[in-house]
Nanobody, 120 residues
Framework: VQLQASGGGLVQPGGSLRLSCAAS????????MGWYRQAPGKQRELVAT???????ITANSVKGRFTISRDNAKNTVFLQMNSLKPEDTAVYYC???????????????WGQGTLVTVSS
């Protein structure tokens, strides 16, 4: 199973970015998908998660500015980021809890990370 994240980049404060993460491989089903981020010198933290049924959890620090969504048919999760602030600068990682066809057991998988830099 591979998770391929894209959409990061440099944006000015107040701007927007949309991250995407597509899962591929021997996937039977995906339970929770999510986004985490790690700023320089800090621990990785949860940004938002979404279940296959559409239930979401969003960190207080981004609530009202970031929206997570997913396309179950394409095994893809998105993160729409609006009103970006310099403190949102971090490497953003996608995560998925995947039930594989080979093992028929759920395991966690991580994408390679995509850098978001918010600066004027």
């Amino acid at each position: 199973v591979q998770l391929q994240a894209s959409g990061g980049g440099l944006v000015q404060p107040g701007g927007s970015l949309r991250l995407s993460c597509a899962a591929s491989g021997s996937i039977f089903s995906i339970n929770v998908m999510g986004w985490y981020r790690q700023a320089p010198g800090k621990q990785r933290e949860l940004v938002a998660t979404i279940t296959s049924g559409g239930s979401t959890i969003t960190a207080n620090s981004v609530k009202g500015r970031f929206t997570i969504s997913r396309d179950n048919a394409k095994n893809t999760v998105f993160l729409q980021m609006n009103s970006l602030k310099p403190e949102d600068t971090a490497v953003y990682y996608c995560n998925a809890e995947v039930l594989t066809s080979a093992t028929m057991a759920y395991n966690d998988y991580w994408g390679q990370g995509t850098l978001v830099t918010v600066s004027s």
